[in-house]
């Protein structure tokens, strides 16, 4: 993923419950990728980020997977 | 004549409805989200009134709600526990849903407030978003739709591939049929 994926797919916000999108953005044991993988631009890897964790504590995302 | 009448009529709609669009941004309003959790135990038609209550719990704080989904079971991905009446009870499965609303921003530490005592709510979120729906529109099939299009005359290798829209399918095939015929 060279390109970033939320402006190349025209979304604005970023939302915890479109788990789909944001276990892209998880690795095997369910850690954030980091901004040279993800390729994504700052202000968005920052609203990502915020994103899985509500998603986290509602329970849709693991905060560990074994 | 009546055409003139209809359209002072709607002139005079959308001046309203910028009044109101301006009297709630003066008025600090803020569109909001929340997210919860229904304890599992609760039987499935019992879901909808107490989605029903959450509702309306935040209508009585003068909220507006734009959006909503209706709570469904889901597995939770690791174990909560909450304590209720001093027994710590654990969760692996929940009923999530979600409201989205238009509310003051004093409203809203009420309404959390009242949350807070609710013995029904495993957890809940209260975020800050956006009135347009943020849920992105699903894919069919997985693939591009440059790649459906470019795939077109080989239809029938590709439907194996887009069994969600088997219905389309067919009727395309249909309209195909009779274009050739």
Partial sequence: ?66 | MSETENDDKKSAEIAENKDTAESAKSAGKQIYELGYLLVPTIAEENAPALFGNLKELVVSFGGEIISSEMPRMIRLAYVMAKTIDNVKNKFDTAYFGWIKFEAEKSAVAEIKKKLDANTDLIRFLITKTVRENTLAPKKFSGGGSSRYRGSAEHKEEKEPSAPMDEEKVDKEIEALVTEAA
Avoid: C, W
């Avoid at chain 1, 953005?25 to 390729?39: E, M, P, Q, Y």
């Avoid at chain 1, 968005?44 to 849709?60: D, E, S, W």
């Fill in chain 1, 1 to 66: 993923m060279k390109q970033d994926y939320f402006s190349a797919n025209n979304i604005k916000y970023i939302d915890y419950k479109d788990v789909e999108i944001l276990k892209r953005f998880l690795n095997a044991n369910g850690k954030i990728v980091n901004h040279k993988r993800s390729g994504i631009t700052s202000k968005n890897q920052r609203k990502l980020a915020t994103a899985i964790k509500n998603a986290r504590f509602m329970g849709l995302l693991p905060f560990v997977a074994k």
